[in-house]
Nanobody, 116 residues
Framework: QVQLVESGGGLVQPGGSLRLSCAAS????????MSWYRQAPGKEREFVAR????????NYADSMKGRFSISRDNAKNTVYLQMNSLKPEDTAVYYC?????????WGQGTQVTVSS
């Protein structure tokens, strides 16, 4: 079955960096686009970034452009989210997602806390 497992979250000071990973299994990873979303306490889940199946075209939410970078390694079935210049408002649970035949599959999420 489809499995997505995020890792790499933690506590970081404002201005710091983190790299999140999402390990995928149970489907032909290189055939599918991958996305990152996040959900802050009391807020709706929001789009962060998306990368095509080949790692070519990428898309970002406006507030993340220039600070976050999505990438993938199809040989490792892993998608990454490099987050730089982190702000307290980036505090959230970060999820990776894929869509296969119209069905969304989500990981369990990894907590990112930006605080001094």
């Amino acid at each position: 079955q489809v499995q997505l497992v995020e890792s790499g979250g933690g506590l970081v000071q404002p201005g710091g960096s983190l790299r999140l990973s999402c390990a995928a299994s149970g489907f032909p990873f290189s055939n599918y686009a991958m996305s990152w979303y996040r959900q802050a306490p009391g807020k709706e889940r929001e789009f962060v970034a998306r990368i095509s199946s080949t790692g070519g075209p990428t898309n970002y939410a406006d507030s993340m452009k220039g600070r976050f970078s999505i990438s993938r390694d199809n040989a490792k079935n892993t998608v990454y989210l490099q987050m730089n210049s982190l702000k307290p408002e980036d505090t959230a649970v970060y999820y990776c997602k894929t869509q296969i035949w119209g069905i969304d599959y989500w990981g369990q999420g990894t907590q990112v806390t930006v605080s001094s």
